[in-house]
């Protein structure tokens, strides 16, 4: 049987953490194998933003499941370590569908419109773009300054996907988790993955329901 290959989800120090959990959610509830990267910073939006204590011990990764509701035994989830460069997603050779980096922070926008690899969001980031593998990046910004612009201008010539977090309103929202949807099924649609998080236009209401 045909293993299923990951994605690789890393969620960095811009607000909106919501997105990268949401994401890890849906994930997780179609079992699609996930490794996921922490910046520090990111960590730190996710206690602002939602109280969310994740620190860098075994238990990072229970304190993620218990507050998005999944099973501790969920086996389709990998943390990587920040700085470990001896990962498996930090090599070309270990295959994955792709990368999605979401929240994008301006300053990991700036480190890989550069080249820099200072830790391992960085580096699979740039296994993406050198095997030519999808690589989504999500900003969180506003307003986007000159160095902003130039920087997802250098990315998107690279070959990754450069996107915001800039819901729709044709799906008539009624909840701040209908705009979190629209971003996080718009984001798997650039990584062929089928859903139904939010209203198409000119379909009908989604099926999944937030739990």
Not at 70 to 86: F, P, Q
Not at 102 to 114: E, I, K, R
Not at 129 to 146: A, D, S, Y
Request: with cysteine; hydrophobic share 45%.
């Amino acid at each position: 049987m045909k293993k299923e290959l990951p994605i690789i989800l890393a969620m960095t120090g811009a607000s909106g953490a919501i997105y990268g959990l949401r994401m890890l959610q849906y994930l997780v509830s179609v079992k699609q194998p996930v490794e996921l990267v922490l910046s520090r910073a990111a960590i730190r939006v996710m206690q602002e933003e939602h109280d969310l204590k994740v620190d860098e011990t075994k238990n990072a990764l229970e304190n993620i499941f218990h507050f998005l509701n999944i099973d501790t035994n969920c086996k389709t989830v990998k943390l990587h370590d920040l700085l470990d460069y001896g990962a498996t997603i930090s090599s070309g050779s270990y295959k994955t569908r792709g990368m999605v980096i979401l929240p994008c922070s301006a300053g990991t926008l700036g480190a890989l419109a550069h080249g820099l690899s200072e830790n391992l969001v960085h580096r699979a980031a740039s296994v993406c773009l050198k095997e030519r593998r999808p690589l989504v990046i999500v900003v969180r910004e506003m307003p986007f300054g000159q160095i902003q612009l130039k920087n997802m201008l250098a990315l998107s010539e690279a070959g990754a996907i450069v996107s915001c977090a800039s819901p729709g309103f044709y799906h008539r929202p009624r909840t701040v988790m209908d705009q979190i949807d629209f971003v996080v099924g718009r984001v798997l649609d650039q990584m062929d993955l089928d859903n139904s998080l939010f209203k198409r236009w000119k379909e009908e209401s989604p099926q999944f329901v937030y739990e």
